[in-house]
């Protein structure tokens, strides 16, 4: 499986932006989808995460009620939609897959979601700026 995160870019504090990860290879649409972000100094962080089938979302504390995932399995893409930005979530984005046998559920609250990803794909910027 092949991912690849696009739509960076520069965004006003409060603003919105939206990004897209294309979703390749075998069965694509059969993947979760989660995504993360690395500020610069700072460890890989998970952002979100949604079921192959979309029905299920989960989101870290940092960004709930404000990023929302949701995918087109017709596209294989996966996409997140981010609102009312702050400064903190300037970072680079990343989606990836994990392993069939990870809950993504549990990611939230798991202290090392991103060893559980078994394909990554390469980031996209996103710099808020005030």
């Known amino acids: 499986v092949q991912l690849q995160a696009s739509g960076g870019g520069l965004v006003q504090v409060g603003g919105s932006l939206t990004l897209s990860c294309a979703v390749s290879?075998?069965?694509?649409?059969?993947?979760?989808v989660a995504w993360f972000r690395q500020a610069p100094g700072e460890e890989r962080e998970f952002v979100g995460a949604?079921?192959?089938?979309?029905?299920?979302?989960y989101y870290a504390d940092a960004v709930k009620g404000r990023f929302t995932i949701s995918r087109d399995n017709d596209k294989n893409t996966v996409y997140l939609q981010m609102n009312s930005q702050k400064p903190e979530d300037t970072a680079v984005y990343y989606c990836?897959?994990?392993?069939?046998?990870?809950?993504?559920?549990?990611?939230?609250?798991?202290?090392?979601?991103?060893?559980?990803?078994?394909?990554w794909g390469k980031g996209t910027q996103v710099t808020v700026s005030s």
């Open positions: 990836a897959a994990p392993y069939s046998w990870v809950d993504i559920a549990t990611l939230a609250s798991a202290p090392h979601a991103r060893g559980v990803m078994q394909f």
């Open positions: 290879g075998q069965n694509p649409g059969g993947h979760s």
């Open positions: 949604i079921t192959w089938s979309g029905h299920n979302t």
